[in-house]
């Protein structure tokens, strides 16, 4: 907590009393205000564990290393029913963040193209681009989460009647889409090595070549070099490794395909109604950034000779970006809490691994809610610090 | 830092919970509003669930108008709560129902460290499983690779996970809170095998688009005995809801119906007359008046007649007495004598 503090400078004659100090008096408030939370804090949970104990609750984190017994349809942790609630708990938040993160790269590329698309010249971009926004910003999310759901479900064929693609070796029915599984050999950690090396050098090179063209004009085709670095050399290595990766290709066996990974429905429909829900949002802040950066500035860019993609990028884009970030932020942390809807289309998230099943198993409500409240802060919180940082970079720096 | 915010939340959610399950004068408070909240199901045909014209219906739904009748003597004399497997417990903790009848299984974990305690079983089931028929699949050891719907928060989440390990076979398991979303997706081929407590399967079959289509496996793999429950702390109101319970099932082994109740006042029978409140002052000493089990039978019936009505012969899911028969025709229910 800062204290505000008053300017109390020198000039100022001798004060009667301390009891008239400012800032003895701003501390003495804040002091009492602490101890005054401290003591409503301690009150409540001493009062709240008193309560669950005669109500016959069971109480605490113990359960927490305990058996869960119950199996989660999709992790991307090691997971089994023999694994222990705090497991299940870890699997149900890595699945959070992993629709959230991907959630958020797809709302923000589709959100930034429509945002351009609203101000196109085109009549019939601009008036796509316009109904899609007003659609979708206007149905609930949960509508439009069963609906996708409903959409991928009916849209897709029993596994006997898969959509077979490459070869027959990528399936897609409504059990997910399957594809083949890419096990790691002796000699993948070069391929590894090669793709991280790929980048470092990219990096070095693009700063090199931003210097370069600050200094001479000269413009050096940094995008394609680094692609040729990120993607190509790895490439090159990979075939001269040998490939050093066993397929193992999903088969058909009984019901269900075998082997391979699966890309669930339930987790299909979730990105796509968040993605697609949350990037009408961008597309609106994205528009709004765009609008408010002064005409004159395309004209001026125009008028320099740039042209209009190059005066979007150059120009509009990064005195837009220092409207649209904190918005952006906003929506960002809107699409991680929405997540939480996931139980209504069977997606494992936290909220329907842990606030339900976990919850309900071990009947623990007030312990594993708490939990899960402050795992959703401490990730707004973490986001929203990764946002302000990022906006003070592109903030404008005044020479 | 976060161990104050945790604290806080706890507390402030405790607080109102705690309020409610230190009182332990149900019955009085249920008097004053003139209503028992029950908590039922969302909609399970036969034991919880809304009619055509909107009104609840069900063996759950009786039981709850069962202890109306004995209180209010007035079988209306209740509002229902619809839950989820998973909202259930905290209804019942936190003070928001009186009891909570929906389709519950009685276990050890749950009577013992929920704050809750169960009143009987009032329907014994085990779990089942549902396949379409187009499976030719006729024993549930052939499952093996199938994905599986289910609800969360249920007894059958755990069950589920401990046959097919048990059995070596691996499963995919689909899980939803709401009982809408999982008939939902298995009606639309999301998964080839729904489970859930056998008397579950047949009422949620009369659902789907085309029930002949769907075939209940023979294998029961589990004990699920179903139960009304209470909170704990509250030694009376779990004394009523225990009695109309017993009071239902020794109704009927003692011959009493709503259609023979008249006669049966006229009995001189010993037995009959102490359950009528022809002697004695049970019905008092419980908090009630001494006629409390001929309002129950008058209103709702014996517990022959619930079952029968609700998902017996009278009923479409026409499912057999079985465990469910008295303990005199080789069932399990029993009902405590009234002496
Ligand atoms: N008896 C089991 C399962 C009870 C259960 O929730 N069954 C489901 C499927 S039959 C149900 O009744 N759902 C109704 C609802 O959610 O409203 C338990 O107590 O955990």
Redesign the pocket.
């Given at each position: 907590m800062t204290i505000a503090t008053i300017d109390s400078s020198a000039s100022q004659p001798a004060r009667a009393s301390l009891f008239y100090d400012p800032v003895i008096r701003g501390v003495v408030f804040q002091v009492l205000l602490a101890l005054f939370i401290i003591y409503l804090v301690y009150s409540g949970v001493t009062n709240a564990a008193n309560n669950l104990a005669r109500a016959g609750i069971a109480t605490g984190f113990g359960f927490l290393n305990n058996r869960a017994g119950f199996d989660i349809g999709q992790s991307l942790i090691p997971y089994t029913a023999n694994s222990t609630y705090r497991q299940a708990f870890f699997v149900g938040l890595t699945n959070t963040i992993f629709v959230a993160a991907i959630g958020i790269f797809f709302a923000t590329i589709l959100g930034f193209i429509v945002g351009i698309a609203r101000l196109s010249k085109n009549f019939l971009v601009r008036k796509v681009a316009e109904v899609y926004v007003e659609t979708l910003r206007n149905i609930p999310l949960l509508l439009q989460l069963l609906f996708w759901y409903k959409a991928v479900l009916s849209a897709l064929p029993a596994p006997r009647g898969s959509i077979e693609m490459f070869n027959s070796s990528v399936f897609l029915n409504n059990r997910g889409l399957i594809m083949p599984q890419y096990l790691a050999e002796a000699g993948a950690s070069i391929f590894y090595a090669s793709i991280a090396i790929g980048i470092a050098v990219a990096v070095v090179i693009a700063r090199w070549a931003k210097k370069r063209q600050m200094a001479t004009g000269q413009i050096f085709p940094t995008i394609r070099v680094a692609l040729g670095l990120i993607i190509g050399v790895p490439l090159v290595v990979l075939f001269v490794l040998g490939v050093p990766f066993t397929a193992e290709y999903p088969e058909l066996s009984g019901f269900n395909f075998r082997g391979g990974t699966t890309i669930r429905p339930e987790f299909m429909a979730l990105l796509l109604g968040l993605s697609l829900y949350t990037a009408a949002f961008i597309a609106e802040i994205v528009r709004a950034g765009i609008l408010a950066v002064s005409k004159g500035q395309t004209e001026a860019a125009f008028s320099l000779g740039l042209r209009p993609n190059t005066t979007m990028r150059l120009v509009i884009i990064p005195q837009a970006l220092r409207v649209i970030i904190p918005p952006l932020t906003s929506q960002y942390l809107n699409l991680t809490k929405n997540s939480s809807l996931a139980i209504a289309v069977g997606y494992p998230d936290l909220v329907s691994v842990f606030s339900g099943t976990v919850a309900n198993q071990t009947g623990q409500a007030v312990e594993v809610i708490s939990i899960t409240m402050i795992v959703y802060l401490t990730l707004s919180l973490l986001t929203s610090a990764f946002m302000n940082w990022f906006n003070s970079r592109v903030a404008l720096v005044e020479r | 830092m976060t161990k104050i915010i945790l604290s806080a939340v706890a507390g402030a959610a405790a607080l109102t919970l705690g309020a409610h399950a230190a009182s332990a004068q149900t019955l009085e408070a249920v008097k004053a509003k003139g209503y028992i909240q029950c908590g039922v199901?969302?909609?399970?045909a036969g034991?919880?669930n809304t009619d055509d014209a909107g009104e609840w219906t069900g063996l759950d739904v009786d039981f709850c108008r069962a202890m109306a009748a004995a209180i209010f003597d007035d079988p209306e004399a209740v509002r229902f709560s619809?839950?989820?497997?998973v909202e259930r417990f905290t209804a019942l903790q936190s003070g928001e129902i009186d009891v909570l009848s929906?389709?519950?299984?009685w276990?050890m974990s749950r009577d013992t460290a929920l704050g809750l305690n169960f009143v009987g079983v009032t329907f014994y089931?085990g779990?089942g499983f549902m396949v379409p028929a187009e499976l030719n699949v006729d024993s549930a050891l052939q499952l093996s690779g199938a994905s599986v719907c289910v609800?969360s928060?249920?007894?059958?989440e755990l069950n589920l996970t401990d046959y097919f390990s048990a059995n070596n076979m691996e499963y995919n398991p689909v899980v939803f809170e709401?009982?809408e979303e999982?008939n939902a997706a298995y009606n639309a081929g999301r998964c080839d095998v729904y489970t859930?407590?056998s008397?579950?399967?047949y009422?949620?079959r009369l659902t789907l688009d085309n029930p002949d289509d769907h075939v209940v496996l023979p294998e029961l793999i589990s004990k699920?005995p179903?139960g009304p429950a209470v909170r704990r702390g509250d030694d009376q109101w779990f004394g009523i809801a225990k009695w109309v319970y017993y009071g239902l099932v020794y109704a009927e082994e003692l011959g009493i119906s709503s259609e023979n109740l008249e006669e049966m006042l006229a009995s001189e029978n010993p037995d009959v007359r102490r359950a009528l409140g022809g002697d004695g002052t049970f019905g008092a000493d419980m908090g009630l008046e001494n006629d409390w089990l001929v309002k129950i039978v008058r209103h709702v019936g014996n517990y022959g007649e619930v079952f029968e009505r609700n998902v017996g012969a009278d009923s479409p899911l026409q499912i057999e007495r079985g465990l469910n028969a008295l303990y005199t025709d080789g069932g399990l229910q029993y009902g405590m004598p009234i002496r």
């Open positions: - | 199901s969302t909609g399970l034991f919880s619809p839950l989820s497997a929906r389709n519950t299984t276990t089931d779990q609800q928060g249920t007894t059958t709401g009982l999982v859930t407590d008397s579950g399967l009422a949620i699920e179903l």
